[in-house]
């Protein structure tokens, strides 16, 4: 029987060592014992997060392998598996599955901008060739199309494996609309707002700030689902702030740039990140203050944790 995913799952960078010319496999191991040890319940590897796109297949089996060994069913895991060519994406969520993956992330086909019929006919042919589930990924900003709740209901209602979907499409309604859509069927995890999707019905978030502050981030749906809202909160709108400081900065910057350095300044470096993408040595004084000015919202957000009894 596949798990049930719920709460707060780290979408997790990818460590590459020094000279990111390879998959630095030990600090992945460090950074997952610290996942567990803070309690996170869930980990999402190979998403946008994890640079995805600059990994190779070998690299892509040493990276599945690594989390499903060293994870060993303690919590769930799910593997990014989307590629514009549908083969590919078939392949890689065969093999994801065959490595002991939980699940899969897929988002529709990139670059191409296509059409319903063809996103149905890419998330078809990975439903047949696959017995886990499927999260679906709805990010227009990076696959160019946003996918309707009536596609969604669709996709859910005629293919066993689409079971979950992370809505970043920036429309918080939506939330409501899929679950509307698909009579509840579909199980949806937040992109962002995390407090205000909950309270649509949203049962988990995918979570880029587990990368640094899994306490804070990953404990957040434990405080909804106890009722807590307003504790929550208090720690989104630090969280919130954090994410605006690096929004503020060139779009290339990147939040992974930014999600190796914080997570390297609490003690957990994993490299930088790969070209195209800017390293974080080359934001230079605008990088150092940016992170600077986020240390004090992370240290705020440790007070926090602890005042509502979190650790």
């Known amino acids: 029987m596949a798990k049930e995913f719920r ?15 390879a998959i630095d496999v ?5 950074f997952l014992d610290w996942q567990l040890d803070v309690g996170v319940p869930g980990v999402i590897a190979l998403g946008s997060t994890g640079e995805f796109l600059t990994v190779n297949d070998e690299e892509r089996r040493l990276l599945v392998d690594t989390y499903v060994n ?3 069913g303690r919590i769930p895991v799910i593997i990014g598996t989307m590629n514009a060519h549908t083969p590919n994406a078939v392949r890689y969520s065969r093999e994801a599955e065959s490595q002991g993956a939980d699940g899969v992330m897929i988002i529709p086909p990139y670059y191409y901008t296509p059409t319903e019929d063809e996103i149905f006919n890419y998330y078809a042919a990975i439903d047949e060739a696959i017995s886990i589930p499927v999260m679906l990924y709805n990010n227009p900003v990076t696959s160019n199309v946003d996918m309707s709740a009536a596609l969604v209901a ?5 293919l066993e494996s689409i079971q ?3 809505e970043s499409s920036l429309h918080l309604s939506r939330v409501r609309e899929v679950i509307e859509a698909t009579d509840g069927r579909m199980k949806v ?8 999707s909950y309270l649509l019905g949203a049962i988990g978030y995918v979570n880029p700030y587990g990368n640094y502050l899994p ?3 990953g404990r957040i749906f434990e405080l909804l689902e106890a009722g807590r809202i307003d504790d929550a909160r208090s ?4 969280i919130d702030q954090i994410d605006h400081i690096i929004a503020a900065g060139h779009p290339t910057y990147g939040h992974q740039c930014y999600s190796k350095a914080l997570a390297a300044l609490v003690g957990h470096p994993m490299g930088d990140v790969r070209a195209p993408l800017t390293t974080f040595p080359e934001l230079g004084e605008e990088g150092q203050r940016r992170v600077s000015e986020m240390k004090v919202l992370i240290d705020q957000l440790d007070a926090v944790c602890s005042s509502l009894g979190l650790g």
């Open 7 to 21: 709460g707060s799952y780290t979408v997790t960078v990818t460590p590459f060592t020094q000279d990111s010319s």
């Open 26 to 30: 030990g600090a992945l191991k460090d």
């Open 70 to 72: 060293h994870i060993d």
């Open 154 to 158: 669709r996709l859910c209602n005629n």
């Open 164 to 166: 979950y979907i992370k």
């Open 189 to 196: 995890y937040a992109g962002e707002w995390v407090v205000d």
């Open 215 to 217: 306490l804070a981030s």
């Open 235 to 238: 720690i989104w709108r630090l």
